[in-house]
């Protein structure tokens, strides 16, 4: 990609966010981590002169066409759609919304992913190696260490800060609400639906770890349920309908 793309772009998520949520639409993902990074740097700090924005911008990446999302940077293009359609009305936006149409969500690429991502958030703990190596393999294998842990404990010893904190309750909330067959997007939505989260949710000074593991237990309840029936066992892309 030799012409920097324009600047065409959708902020999403939580109308409450710390972080200003951004997805600049592009003719094709560039083919390395790298260049991506590169691209979302520079887009980034175009949008944040052009606007003066003053919070720190999460940005990401996606091709758009007729309407839907058909690749994306970070995340998975069925979850990343559907948040754009949905939390539109909740942003001042500079353009018409560029999703026009829903993808059916893949709640065993979510239980996947947000495995994926939980254990990766404890990297630097006593769990280390445990999970360095776990990273490296099926979801089997994720689940074998997470279910080896005492999760209260183990916040309490590493201190997570709130955004970890924060992080880790959206994605049990968001999992578990999508294995019942709705789609959450917003902070807001998961607090209504799983109160037990919303101090997480609004990086409260001290949460109850305890009412936090209870979701946490229920959800590598269905993780271990869904783990039985996967036919693909490793993260891919999303394929869609």
């Not at 630097?124 to 979801?139: G, M, N, P, S």
């Amino acid at each position: 990609m030799n012409e920097m793309p324009s600047l065409r772009y959708q902020f999403f998520g939580s109308a409450d966010s710390t972080d200003v949520d951004v997805v600049f639409f592009v003719d094709e993902i560039p083919d390395t981590i790298r260049l991506c990074s590169a691209l979302v740097m520079t887009l980034t700090q175009r949008l944040t002169a052009q606007k003066s924005l003053t919070r720190p911008v999460n940005g990401n990446l996606a091709v758009c066409k007729e309407g839907v999302l058909l690749q994306v940077f970070k995340g998975t293009a069925d979850e990343l759609n559907n948040s754009l359609f949905y939390t539109y009305d909740l942003h001042i936006q500079d353009f018409e919304n560029a999703i026009s149409r829903l993808l059916k969500r893949d709640t065993d690429l979510k239980f996947l992913r947000s495995a994926r991502m939980i254990l990766a958030w404890f990297t630097r703990t006593r769990h280390r190696v445990a999970i360095k190596e776990a990273l490296r393999q099926d979801i089997d294998a994720k689940y074998d260490v997470l279910i080896q842990w005492d999760f209260p404990t183990l916040l309490t010893e590493n201190h997570p800060d709130k955004n970890i904190l924060k992080s880790i309750a959206f994605q049990i909330g968001q999992t578990l609400a999508l294995d019942e067959g709705k789609e959450l997007y917003t902070k807001k939505e998961i607090a209504l639906h799983f109160p037990a989260l919303a101090p997480f949710l609004n990086r409260q000074e001290t949460p109850d770890f305890h009412s936090l593991n209870g979701l946490f237990l229920l959800y590598l309840s269905k993780l271990n349920h869904r783990c039985g029936q996967m036919k693909r066992k490793t993260e891919y892309g999303y394929e869609g309908e």
